[in-house]
C-alpha cells in the first residue's frame, strides 16, 4: 500500500520550454502532496506544498511563477517547471501523506530533469 | 530552527557486520521520527515512525530506537542489498509542513 508515482520518471528539454511533471498516489487519498528537489549527494530540499482545491504553498526563495503548482484531485498533483534553464536541472521528488493519517510521507520515484 | 544531523556521513561495513547510523534532532514538541531509504536515482522509501523516547521498530535486519534526542538505525548482519542512503527526519508541532530531513548516511555493504 502507499504506492507515489511520478511521471515522467526522465525527461530532457530545451532551454526555455515547460514541463510537467505528474504525482499520483495511486492506491490512496492524498489530501496534500509534497514537492522536492534533490542535488546530487544532497538532501531533500521542500519547494512547494500542494493542497486539493487551493493554491500551493512555496517555501522561501522558490519562484511559484516558475514551479507551477496543481492539484487537482485527491490523487493527483503536477509540477510545471516554466521556461525552464539548465540551472533548472535537478531530481525532482513528489510525496503524499495520506489523508486522515498522520506525519509519515509517501515518496514518489522521482523525475531527473535535463535541461540543454 | 529544527534541525536534525546524521552520522557518519559515509559508512563502509562487510557482510554480517553489524552496526548503527545515528540521527540527532533537535526540535521542539516532536510529532515524529522517520526514517527512509534511498536507492541511487530513486524516491525514498519509508521504513519507520517513531513517536516517543523508548519506542522500537524492527524491519528485518533493522531496528529503529528513538531518545529525547536522537535516533539511531541499528543494521544486523547487513547484507549487500542493504546499500543505501538512509534518511532520517523530524516532524515538528507545525505539522506536516515541518518536516526536516538530515543529509544521510550513505551505507555501502561489501560482499
Known amino acids: 500500500g502507499a504506492v507515489v508515482s511520478q511521471h515522467p520518471s526522465w525527461v530532457i528539454c530545451k532551454s526555455g520550454t515547460s514541463v510537467k511533471i505528474e504525482c499520483r498516489s495511486l492506491d490512496f487519498q492524498a489530501t496534500t502532496m509534497f514537492w522536492y528537489r534533490q542535488f546530487p549527494k544532497q538532501s531533500l530540499m521542500l519547494m512547494a506544498t500542494s493542497n486539493e482545491g487551493s493554491k500551493a504553498t512555496y517555501e522561501q526563495g522558490v519562484e511559484k511563477d516558475k514551479f507551477l503548482i496543481n492539484h487537482a484531485s485527491l490523487t493527483l498533483s503536477t509540477l510545471t517547471v516554466t521556461s525552464a534553464h539548465p540551472e533548472d536541472s535537478s531530481f525532482y521528488i513528489c510525496s503524499a501523506r495520506i489523508e486522515g493519517g498522520l506525519y509519515e510521507q509517501y515518496f514518489g520515484p522521482g523525475t531527473r530533469l535535463t535541461v540543454t | ?111
Open chain 2, 1 to 111: 530552527e529544527d534541525q536534525v544531523t546524521q552520522s557518519p556521513e559515509a559508512l563502509r561495513l562487510q557482510e554480517g557486520e553489524s552496526s548503527s547510523l545515528n540521527c540527532s534532532y533537535t526540535v521542539s514538541g516532536l510529532r515524529g521520527l522517520f526514517w527512509y531509504r534511498q536507492d541511487p536515482g530513486k524516491g525514498p522509501e519509508f521504513l519507520f515512525t517513531l513517536y516517543s523516547a523508548g519506542e522500537e521498530k524492527e524491519k528485518e535486519r533493522l531496528k529503529a530506537t528513538l531518545t529525547k534526542k536522537e535516533s539511531f538505525l541499528h543494521i544486523t548482519a547487513p547484507k549487500p542489498e542493504d546499500s543505501a542512503t538512509y534518511l532520517c527526519a523530524a516532524a515538528g508541532p507545525g505539522g506536516y509542513q515541518k518536516v526536516t530531513f538530515g543529509t544521510g548516511t550513505k551505507l555501502q555493504v561489501i560482499p
